[in-house]
């Protein structure tokens, strides 16, 4: 057994009022936060202890690396998911059939047996509301309303026919990020960061960044579900502090404050002893996260430090919460081994309900927030070599309609398009994908897919086979029996990968 592990047990055998914390630690070199966590394994054993990719070391710390159980390709992942669901028909699906269309009756075939959210009656169709251009060597369509991503358009794999059964954001979004449309599962970075640890120690696995506002589902998209808590997503600040209370108070300095992490931890800990609670562990590590951070943090989350020309090519502004500054947060997370960097920029709920929302100005002035900053982490990340290690994944919970709105069969007085999940578009970038692909294509106007269709759990699929993992054998013991993140679905898709 390893010494460690047998002095944990000694002190949990022993747990008398004598034996003080501070002997304890004098037997060990590694501290409190390495030593306490060993007893992880005991707590959750239903899952990790079980898996496949298991080695004793996860025993000391729940965030140690772990090898992924197959070559992975890439190291990490940043999500950009844009929260309301983007219109592919404005961005990169171009129907030039469906502009013959504009304005003309929807036929009946296309509303017959759908629901949709808003839709009632029979509304007109819509044309394309931006001009689209053949874009890089591989000549892929892309809009005018995206005039810089043109630039990396042949670094990217498309998905042009993904599909949902969900047409509500709050579900929608769950089941992209988590599996399942209802609330309790882990989310997809939960998942890869109990399956893989951290490579950064002082820093969490799982970084969540958001623009303009929260998703619709709340924080579960972020959370660990049935998984332990120290897997949940850690959300920081583009603005001030980027994690709330990182600075301690007037009058704390650093030793009375590691002195006040002790005592607490202290009492944490014999709490375990008696209990065997995991979340108590949690909260020990979270402690011992925490005072490590405010180290850390501080400087990998300045983006002042970085030089002119990086900040000029995201057109980052300093001191204010935006999708650019979040875009080179993110690499430099990943540049610092955070295994997984979520971002949610909000605003995206095309309905046409005002000039904000349509798909003309609305999603143009959207477009022009992202267009700059996905362009240059794209290009920032191939000039560092990290792009190859890193897989970049774009897309929202839904797509939209061919079709404008109708509201109590009125047509909205801007031009919008209801919720779709029939098909839409997604992206990933990075290492193990074919650059320049196309998979999936929809029908001339855009309603549904005629080849090539993929569902948002073959998308999860995919991610964790990127990540060295066999998404139907990587599970975790929940209730009885084992649960994984592709629930009973989902299929790697082949066609993208390099």
């Not at 460690?4 to 936060?33: I, M, P, V, W």
């Not at 509301?129 to 043109?150: K, T």
């Not at 449309?181 to 696995?205: A, D, M």
């Not at 919008?416 to 997604?426: K, L, V, Y």
């Amino acid at each position: 057994m390893d010494s460690l592990e047998r002095l944990l047990k000694e002190y949990q055998l022993k747990n008398a009022e004598d034996h003080s914390r501070r002997h304890f630690l004098r037997n060990c070199t590694l501290g409190l936060g390495g030593i306490a966590l060993g007893s992880l394994v005991h707590g959750c054993d239903r899952g990790v202890a079980q898996a496949p990719w298991y080695t004793p070391n996860r025993a000391l710390n729940p965030l140690s690396v772990l090898p992924a159980p197959f070559a992975p390709k890439v190291k990490s992942v940043i999500y950009l998911h844009m929260v309301g669901a983007p219109s592919q028909l404005e961005m990169f699906d171009y129907k030039p059939e469906l502009k013959k269309l504009h304005n003309q009756l929807c036929p009946d075939s296309l509303l017959e047996g759908k629901k949709f959210a808003f839709i009632r009656g029979r509304p007109t169709m819509l044309g394309p509301q931006a001009n689209f251009v053949r874009a890089g060597q591989s000549g892929n369509w892309v809009s005018d309303y995206l005039p810089h991503f043109q630039k990396v358009v042949d670094e990217v794999a498309f998905l042009k026919a993904v599909k949902t059964d969900q047409f509500n954001h709050g579900p929608a979004q769950l089941l992209m990020h988590t599996g399942s449309p209802r609330f309790g599962r882990p989310s997809l970075g939960s998942w890869v960061t109990y399956g893989l640890g951290s490579e950064n120690q002082n820093l969490p696995g799982f970084v969540v960044l958001s623009s303009g506002g929260t998703p619709d589902a709340g924080k579960s998209v972020w959370g660990s579900g049935f998984l332990p808590s120290v897997y949940q997503g850690v959300q920081c600040r583009s603005k001030g502090d980027p994690v709330l209370y990182l600075k301690d108070p007037k009058g704390i300095d650093r030793n009375l404050k590691k002195q006040l992490i002790t005592a607490i931890n202290d009492i944490n800990f014999k709490t375990y002893a008696q209990q065997k609670d995991p979340e108590i562990l949690t909260r020990i590590n979270q402690y011992e996260m925490a005072y490590r951070m405010q180290l850390t943090v501080p400087e990998v989350m300045d983006i002042n430090t970085e030089p002119e020309h990086i900040k000029e090519l995201y057109g980052v502004a300093p001191g204010k919460e935006s999708f650019a500054n979040n875009c080179l947060l993110a690499r430099k997370m990943v540049e610092q081994g955070v295994r997984f960097v979520q971002l949610y920029d909000w605003g995206w709920d095309s309905h046409g309900t005002d000039h904000s929302t349509a798909v003309d100005l609305g999603l143009r002035n959207k477009c022009r927030e992202i267009d700059r900053p996905i362009t240059a982490l794209l290009m920032d990340l191939k000039q560092r070599g990290l792009l190859e290690e890193t897989l970049v994944v774009w897309g929202g919970e839904f797509g939209r309609t061919p079709m404008q709105e109708t509201r109590e069969g009125k047509t909205m007085r801007y031009k919008g398009r209801d919720h779709h999940g029939e098909a839409f578009t997604m992206w990933m970038a990075g290492g193990g994908i074919k650059k320049g692909a196309v998979y999936g294509e929809t029908d001339p106007i855009g309603y549904q897919s005629i080849s090539g269709s993929v569902s948002v759990h073959d998308v999860q699929a995919t991610i964790l086979h990127l990540l060295g993992f066999d998404h139907e054998t990587f599970t975790y013991d929940f209730q009885g029996r084992p649960f994984r993140l592709t629930d009973v679905h989902g299929s790697v898709i082949k066609q993208i990968l390099a």
